[in-house]
């Protein structure tokens, strides 16, 4: 829809049921209203934008919206986990350093991502094989035979919280990472 309306209403729908039509009221001042109902007829506030900029939500949310839930206008309460509780809010990889056959342990609030890349270095021949485990059970590994080469193996796993894991490698070489 093209056009400018600086000041006015306008009815999205066009329905014989009011409430399955939107009114948009703007002013001069720049506040704005949108609400259920049709134009020219009493309506239902569904958001209104203040000419301050706040945004109003009359008949739908009281009080802040939150981390850990929303309180809407009939006092009921919708809470969540809090998303700060969330895998991947609030974590950055980190690099760390990790030793074949040595048990580590997520000791963190949240489960934990792990990648473990190993490299062959130059010129190592023969059977390779890198593999994950979480609380002892095998979770992922890769294996591959070096005919003189150079190469990596990655495996990577979730973590959950208070559990253990380890890796085994026939690689010299390892960089392992986190998401903690």
Known sequence: MAGKITAGTIQLGDSSTATQNFVVNTAVD??????????????????TVSSGGA???????SGAVTTTGITFSDATTQTTSGTASQFGIGQTWQNVTRTSGTTYY???????????????????S???????????????????????????QTVRGTIPVGASYRFTTTLPSVDAKELR
Not at 126 to 147: E, H, Q, R
Request: charge should be negative.
């Open 30 to 47: 720049g506040s704005m209203k949108i609400a259920r109902g049709n134009a020219g007829a009493t309506t239902q506030d569904v958001l």
């Open 55 to 61: 945004v109003g939500v009359p008949n739908g949310i």
């Open 106 to 124: 997520n000791t963190t609030n949240k489960p934990i991502e792990v990648a473990i890349t190993c490299y062959s270095g130059s010129n190592v």
């Open 126 to 152: 023969g059977y390779n094989a890198t593999a994950l485990y979480c609380n002892s059970v095998y979770i992922d590994d890769v294996k591959w035979y070096f005919a003189t080469e150079t190469g990596d």
